[in-house]
């Protein structure tokens, strides 16, 4: 096997390719995520251990009843949203076969 040299870098065609790879590099930021869960039993224990920049932290047992009311907000919220998107896309599908 023949030995691999340092590409000379007084070459200038080395430094424009260098250059290059320098702004093909792309910068991801990833945010750092709180992860809140209840104790059920389903949760795998190793969430925390995914990644870094995830944080899970779990509620105390039996405070589940006292978070419940949010849960329900959240999803009624959610359930009206999605309906809304379904039935808008139906109707957006309607008028276009109609056309």
Known sequence: MAPK???DSSDPKEKDAAKKRKA???KVDIPEVLLIL???PGHPAHLDKCTPNIKVLYFP???TSLIQPTDQGVI???KAYYLRRVI???LAATEKNND
Do not use: L, Q, W, Y
């Open 24 to 26: 093909m590099e792309v």
């Open 61 to 63: 047992p039996n405070t």
């Open 88 to 90: 808008n896309n139906a």
């Open 38 to 40: 209840d104790n059920a």
């Open 76 to 78: 009624s919220t959610f």
């Open 5 to 7: 040299c340092k590409p």
